[in-house]
DNA sequence: GTCTATAGCTGGATAGAC
DNA sequence: GTCTATCCAGCTATAGAC
């Protein structure tokens, strides 16, 4: 959204990342279902058959894109937690971060929740997904919590998260610092469950 | 779903449903971008011309389908919060009822909340849901809290159960009872907070 | 690794008969 | 209120030249 991917004219050495880049550009502006790839080829200023050398077919393109938000999804939300102290520290932060990747990354993350690919077609993209969450488990289970408590509050975090964040996008919750807030007192109530 | 939408020869007195019945279907079949009204016609036994009669062009048939899902929610987290004698437990209630009706009505619920269609362009959409929300502060309000406090608890356990419910959905929590216990708790932790 | 060209299909939408 | 017929646009994907 902020790097102009230049009005190229022939060949650059990273058409999947101006493709991908336009496929971003292409949900942001139509919705998620709004991805082309004869659009997309156009914007990226090459033709048509030019994508399947990199893709095996439209899916495969979003399929990366899936990829992609969960591989920015693990630095980030790993990179929120990190100077945490405690787990409640660490889950909060975790809450914030999670509606604050929506708000900056709501192509990406429309086109991961949207539906737009059968992620039950793309075993990696499901691994990816499963692997996210034990990854970003580490951190509370460093700071004291047992494995499985870990993995339970940081599925509980996340998804309680993820309607802030939904709900953030969808305007029911237009305000940036409210959801960003509520998501966080979410998260340490949950943090703070003994059951 | 369970309706058998009759395998129908020229005109039934409800087009509209059964096109509509042959849209959840198809969102079922396909994910929230695969309907199509071609298909939709197809499977209602009708010719593509026909659903012209009944909306202005796709997006409002889509739109009507929108209304019917926050119909279908107020009635039904209405009824959920009904027989509850105080905030907590109407909240409580309706966090159930939230992960339950994305369960029963999955394609509906998807397509509601996939970005299927541009709720701007539609303001009778925006204005129902809005409507919704409102509809359902009056439960907790009527057991004692004040009216700003009600709609925001409302809507912070509608985001936090909308999240499990998206969860439970895309597999990341594939036990119902799971989903909907874990909805249950994060309600009754907001629900108990005094900020 | 990209281009041109093309095949083949599906879908949205309209006009006019019944 | 549905049908037939038709138009046009857009998309995916492949073949073969450079």
Redesign the interface.
């Known amino acids: 959204m902020t790097a102009t991917p230049r009005p190229v004219g022939h060949h650059h050495g990273d058409l999947r990342n101006a493709l991908e880049e336009a496929a971003l550009e292409l949900v942001a502006e139509r919705?998620?279902?709004g991805f082309s790839l004869s659009e997309a080829s156009r914007r990226a200023g090459v033709t048509k058959a030019a994508p399947y050398r990199h893709y095996a077919d439209r899916e495969d393109l979003l399929a990366s894109l899936v990829l992609r938000c969960y591989r920015m999804q693990e630095q980030r939300f790993g990179a929120a937690m990190e100077s945490a102290s405690d787990p409640a520290d660490a889950l909060a932060a975790f809450a914030r971060a999670y509606v604050q990747f929506a708000a900056d990354e709501s192509a990406l993350f429309?086109l991961t929740?949207?539906?737009?690919i059968?992620?039950q077609d793309h075993p990696d993209v499901q691994e990816a997904?499963d692997r996210l969450?034990h990854t970003l488990t580490e951190k509370p289970r460093a700071l004291g919590l047992e494995d499985e408590r870990s993995l339970d509050l940081v599925?509980?975090v996340?998804?309680?998260?993820?309607?802030?964040?939904?709900?953030h996008l969808?305007?029911?919750?237009p305000d940036l610092s409210s959801a960003l807030d509520?998501a966080e007192?979410?998260a340490r109530?949950?943090a703070?469950?003994v059951?």
Chains 1, 2 share one sequence.
């Open positions: 919705g998620a279902n429309q929740f949207g539906g737009s059968r992620k997904g969450l599925r509980n996340a998804a309680s998260s993820h309607g802030f964040a939904v709900f969808e305007g029911v919750i509520a007192v979410a109530h949950l703070s469950d059951s």
